[in-house]
């Protein structure tokens, strides 16, 4: 029994699980905080629109109730959810993007050229200014420069 709960402990104390756990918990209360806006804000903005309340929209077809307000109100609910996931992620994201601004402050150092290059006639290493190859005394092209 005792290396049973040892087991137990070990898998529950793993990092993905208590950060699955937390989300989880996090995710039911933002959805409380996303239900209350839709159902006591957006709703009755939107009920003001058709002059009644949207959960309570109702349409019976042979004594059959098709609830078409609780599925308006289930897909804004779900568009907020997302634009408000939307905003948190842009959030998250500009609050890195702040902490990676020394580092971006600092001018990023180009690669450094190379000091050679290859004679295209005898294919000898020669410097990377070179006009003249000094092994076969081709003449090269102009250097570029940038």
């Given at each position: 029994?005792?290396?049973?709960?040892?087991?137990?402990?070990?898998?529950?104390?793993?990092?993905?699980?208590?950060?699955?756990?937390?989300?989880?918990i996090?995710?039911?209360?933002f959805?409380?905080?996303?239900?209350?806006?839709?159902?006591?804000?957006?709703?009755?903005?939107?009920?003001?629109?058709?002059?009644?309340?949207?959960?309570?929209?109702?349409?019976?077809?042979?004594?059959?109730?098709?609830?078409?307000?609780?599925?308006?109100?289930?897909?804004?609910?779900?568009?907020?959810?997302a634009?408000?996931?939307?905003?948190?992620?842009?959030?998250?994201?500009?609050?890195?993007?702040?902490g990676?601004?020394?580092e971006?402050?600092k001018?990023?150092?180009?690669?450094?050229?190379?000091?050679?290059?290859?004679?295209?006639?005898?294919?000898?290493?020669?410097?990377?200014?070179?006009?003249?190859?000094?092994?076969?005394?081709?003449?090269?092209?102009?250097?570029?420069?940038?």
């Amino acid at each position: 029994m005792k290396k049973f709960l040892k087991e137990f402990e070990k898998f529950i104390m793993r990092g993905n699980v208590i950060d699955m756990a937390v989300g989880v918990i996090v995710g039911a209360a933002f959805q409380g905080i996303v239900n209350s806006l839709v159902n006591d804000v957006i709703s009755p903005l939107l009920g003001l629109i058709a002059n009644t309340d949207l959960s309570f929209l109702v349409l019976t077809v042979r004594g059959v109730d098709i609830k078409y307000g609780s599925f308006l109100t289930a897909v804004i609910n779900f568009l907020i959810m997302a634009f408000v996931i939307f905003l948190l992620v842009k959030g998250i994201n500009k609050i890195a993007e702040l902490g990676n601004r020394k580092e971006k402050g600092k001018k990023e150092e180009e690669p450094a050229k190379p000091a050679t290059k290859i004679c295209p006639y005898c294919k000898s290493e020669i410097p990377a200014d070179a006009v003249k190859c000094c092994h076969c005394t081709s003449d090269l092209e102009e250097p570029v420069s940038e």
